[in-house]
């Protein structure tokens, strides 16, 4: 460690710590310093140039070394540590920390001396919590602490950390399933609490420029993370906490779904209507009838009930003839009326009370246990229920109520106390599912929908959604917030049940805007309650033609929204994206969640009310934009009014930016890799590179295989005289067809007819529309490299 003096800009000490907190030693550690105190010591470590992590330890605990949610740990990391006079200095490339001895203060701040952050009381030790607290700035706004629907400024709010479903929820829910630890700020900086137990995280709620982490017991680690840019912070918070693999490719195609299908027969008549009306589909969801007829008392059976699905393995295995996964629900509650109880109780399974015996508790489904994810014999149980399912073909795991939905205080889990583990439970049960598969089935990509999580869930592969929202316009219209919310937290495949869930509202209007906005979401899953079919196939023919669009769509999507699941697996980048992503420095941005952009090149605006002809769109600076379907160019750095049609919802394109798309298939198993139609909206001049990912859909891992995976590179470049589209493989792999490509390529906004069209120095015939602009021309890709050049 090299020792050296730092500059320091001497900053306000307005802001000092507890005054009885007093400087007593400084000792260097292998990757970073340990500061004495009167009431403890501080372990500051440097995780990496942008991640720093700070714990305290009071007088008289050991310190934890264990973390649930980080990955990352410190391995030669670049710093120095020096002391000069009242001042210790521990600097990375890109963080600084500041401790003054005396009054005892810490503070990070940037090369440049800028504050980030700073701890005001830091440590407090109250009579049943202990709080962490810091300084906030008057001007920044705050995101984070999981999935809630507050608006996208969570500043002002006390948040509980208490993972809970909340039935029926519309514009506000305060409380939901995954309450993450973590809040961001506006000016680019994150901070993520590192402790699993129940507490609260108040975001200057007392209005007094304070943040707080108030915790029942555990862990006082905290680490700060600070980035160049948003899409940097957020790729150095999942190298901390972990990235989402790959999904299988199926997961972005339409599923079937409902509360619930109750017999084989009706599964397979649901397939068929699909099939008969040419609607793509390409998995189908069974809730809890499979396990049993009735709602109550038969939770935790885990098994067919013959009598409705006689012959489960020969079902799902003419779905998979067919293209169609099929997705079951489990639960970690175990029933005593249950078939599996006893056999639970004797493989000693289940969590207990404090004397040993099972826990047992009444809610909604009946007497219950839990299964204890975190003990051994309970992992082994559980695992081998679904190995059970999955080598009779069941494609996909649902894992619901694993909040847990009730989870008594007195309850005792290996790892601890049931509010010591409560918020951590359903991402225990998600790593022993993803573990399992690595394990038993290593050539499978696993989908594991869960309904609740916690920090660096998607390193499981958890696929999070909403929960139980109402099926209105209200429940619609916090969506947005929720999802942007949650990818900027690392899970970036949040999404709603398409259509809502809860209740019996019945609009048809309300259920095409829902799955318009769909098509721009991670996961398109139409699901709800009985009342109101919720599957494509099962509407009327007027709604059925107009939904079938947008799952039409979705499928035409695919290549461009695989190559998004790509950039979220390899960065951490989210699919749907806040605006202020694009422009950084607009503060009017920074609490804009109903217009977002769906990955780099579509601006998507759902409309969320009844009736909309018209609405307001703002176009960011960075482009110009074009309507997708009238093609209309819209200038950035503009607030602009658009028409709404019943048809779709408004949605652009980023000019001068090569788009794929394919035809639609009835399933992604049909999805061809080499037939790929690319559209451009021309702007003048204009550079932009584009990379696009392929695969086979179905290998772990492929993205890290060079044999197993395409890169191919699509750069742009117009002038005054031409225009030239190149098209090179980053990598040539041994994937099927991948090497070549060929299709239509469609160019809008050509104002004049080009003079020719070559493709690598060749003539090749185009179509060109004087009234529309529009300019269409084949081309085929077989080589390394193709260069389509438009002579203007």
Sequence with gaps: MKKTLIFFLTVSLTWAQNPNRKFTHLKSTTSGVEIGVTDGYYQIKVLSDQIVETSFIPSGETFNPISHATLLSAHNPTYTATESGNELYLNTPQIKVVVTKQPFQIRYLTPKNELILSERLGYIKKDS???????????????????????????????ALYNRAHYGYETRAELMNFCIPIVISSKQYLVHFDNP?????????????????????????????????????????????GRQPLPPRWALGNFASRFGYRSQEEVEKTIQKFETDKIPVDAIILDLYWFGKTIKGTMGNLDWDKETFPEPEK?????????????????????TTSQKWQETVDKKALATFKNGT????????????????????????????????????????????????????????????????HNIYGHRWAQLIAEGYQNDFPSQRPFILMRAGYSGSQRFGMIPWSGDVNRTWGGLQSQMEIALQMGMQGLGYMHSDLGGFAGDYFDNELYLRWLQYGVFNPIF?????????????????????????????????????????????????????????????????QTVADTYLWGKDFLIKPI??????????????????????????????????VKVTEAYIPTFVRANTVLPMTAVVQNTTLYQNNALDFIAYVDGNGVSERTFYFDDGTTPNANTAAQNHELLRANWMADDKKIVLTFSQNEITSVPNVSEKKGTITLYNVAIKP????????????????????????????QSKTSLTIVR
């Design 525 to 589: 899953r139409p699901h709800a309650q009985d009342d109101v079919a919720s599957e494509v196939a099962r509407k009327d023919i007027v709604t059925k033609a107009k939904a079938k669009k947008s799952v039409e769509l979705r499928y035409q999507l695919l290549p461009y929204n695989y190559t998004l699941a790509y950039e979220n697996s390899t960065t951490g980048l989210p699919l749907m994206r806040p605006l202020f992503f694009e422009e950084p420095q607009n503060e009017s941005l």
């Design 315 to 335: 079902m799902m295995a003419d779905l998979k003839a067919k293209g169609v996964k099929t997705v079951l629900i489990t639960e970690p509650f175990i029933l």
């Design 755 to 782: 003079k020719k069209i070559t493709q690598n120095g060749l003539a090749i015939p185009f179509q060109w529309e004087a009234k529309t602009k529009k300019l269409t021309f084949l081309y085929q890709h077989n």
């Design 358 to 421: 099972p826990a047992v508790w009444d809610f909604y489904f009946g007497n219950t246990g839990i299964v204890d994810v975190f003990k051994p014999e309970g992992k082994e149980w559980f695992w081998a229920i679904y190995k059970r399912l999955i080598n009779q073909g069941m494609g996909g795991i649902w894992g619901d109520l694993g909040e847990p939905e009730v989870f008594p205080s007195k309850v005792m889990t290996a790892a601890g106390k049931a509010d010591e583990v």
């Design 129 to 159: 919590t202990e709080v962490l607290d810091f300084n906030l700035t008057a001007d920044e706004k705050l995101y984070g602490g999981g999935a809630r629907a507050l608006g996208m400024n969570r500043r002002g709010n006390r948040l």
């Design 608 to 641: 969320v009310n009844p009736g909309v002809t018209q609405t307001e769109v703002y176009f960011p600076k960075t482009a110009n934009w074009f309507d997708f379907y009238t093609h209309k160019k819209f200038t950035g750095g503009k607030k602009t009014t």
């Design 197 to 241: 137990a129940i507490g609260h995280l108040d975001l200057d709620s007392q209005k007094n420029n304070t943040l707080q982490y108030e915790t029942i017991s555990g862990r006082k680690t905290y680490q700060v993370v600070v980035g160049e840019s948003w899409p940097k912070l957020i790729q150095n918070y999942t190298e901390l906490t």
